[in-house]
């Protein structure tokens, strides 16, 4: 009777302490579809949504955006870092890698393993600064990652 050696899957990133980044192609600087979405929809729900991609685009001049699972997503190049969303009666703004920031006002929900999202509601109290400095650190650490992967 021989013996079979179990073998284990090897997860490389764990060693690295940080996560791929997420990559999207055709992502450009202004894109029709996202400016189409923004325009459509629940007027309370999509103003809130527009204002917050706003900002996400003045992250930076390398900031890109495209229509990913239907929603608006930026992204630094074609590394996404964050999305909003509308629902039937809140808007989510997005990190792709919200587990990795720094949360202090307790903003961030979810429980996955890389993402997280902050809910707004019509009428409802916004943290503004807090996320801001959400937004921020999300494009301040895809721009960390692609660096790390020499990419500039």
Not at 52 to 71: K, P
Not at 80 to 108: C, I
Request: one cysteine or more.
């Amino acid at each position: 009777m021989s013996k079979r050696t179990r073998r284990l899957p090897l997860d490389l990133r764990d060693l690295t302490g940080r996560e791929d980044v997420f990559r999207l192609s055709g992502a450009v600087k202004r894109a029709a579809d996202v400016g189409a979405w923004l325009r459509t929809g629940p007027t309370e729900l999509r103003s809130i949504a527009r204002t917050w991609f706003e900002r996400l685009r003045a992250c930076g001049d390398d900031v890109r955006e495209l229509m990913h699972d239907g929603q608006p997503t930026a992204c630094v190049g074609d590394a996404a870092f964050a999305y909003v969303a509308t629902f039937k009666a809140h808007v989510n703004v997005g990190f792709f890698h919200g587990a990795a920031l720094s949360d202090p006002a307790g903003l961030l929900q979810g429980t996955g393993k890389a993402m997280r999202h902050v809910k707004l509601r019509p009428g409802g109290k916004v943290h503004e600064a807090a996320l801001l400095a959400l937004i921020h650190a999300a494009y301040a650490d895809v721009r960390g990652r692609l660096d790390g992967e020499g990419v500039s």
